[in-house]
């Protein structure tokens, strides 16, 4: 896979350890990654931002839209390069006994923002994304609020699973890198066969 030319260096400095590790999508993997400085020096970013931006204008959006926290970082810094309307969605706390499996990780936009989406052309965007999880979740939130979608768009994909599940969906995929990734849903993971400990960071 592409390492994705300067981006791919910010990606490599990047804090990241091995193990065995859950994901928020409910895959597992043994990769984790830490984003949470990515956007601390927002000048540093500034020419990927506008690399990824100018992928994301051929699509047409009228807003950008990423999920707390990381992608939403990036979506308000693609919004102001593109000039167009910027949105957030939150995770929504998990019901008390709700049924275990992939993708049940739920967003929505903030109430306040609700009566601005309709009818926008929304391209949601995460810095890094591997199965894709908050990324779906925000496109339901988004569509349950009367937007459409044009596009997702991340700075790096990990993987493949996320890009298979949206070219199933027609939806255009911008990113500026990838890698591969191992993922496992939790049935068929190589790591607990092996005995290896799940660690949640």
Do not use: N
């Amino acid at each position: 896979m592409s390492a994705g030319g300067v981006v791919g260096h910010v990606f490599d400095a990047l804090p990241s350890r091995r193990g065995h590790f859950a994901l928020e999508s409910g895959y597992h993997t043994d990769l984790w990654i830490t984003l949470d400085a990515l956007f601390v020096d927002p000048a540093a970013m500034a020419p990927h931002v506008a690399a990824l931006a100018g992928r994301l204008r051929a699509h047409a959006p009228t807003a950008i839209c990423g999920p707390q926290l990381g992608g939403a970082f990036l979506a308000q810094a693609l919004a102001t390069e593109l000039a167009v309307k910027f949105f957030v969605a939150e995770p929504v706390p998990a019901v008390s006994g709700a049924e275990s499996g992939l993708f049940r990780a739920r967003y929505r936009l903030p109430v306040g923002q609700v009566p601005y989406v309709r009818g926008q052309r929304v391209a949601v965007v995460d810095d890094v994304i591997s199965a894709g999880s908050s990324v779906r979740a925000a496109i339901a939130g988004l569509g349950e609020a009367g937007a459409s979608i044009v596009a997702v768009g991340a700075l790096f994909v990990l993987g493949d699973a996320a890009l298979r599940h949206f070219a199933a969906q027609a939806v255009p995929v911008e990113r500026l890198g990838e890698r591969e990734l191992s993922l496992w849903p939790p049935t068929e993971c190589a790591l607990c066969r092996a005995g290896i400990d799940l660690e949640r960071p």
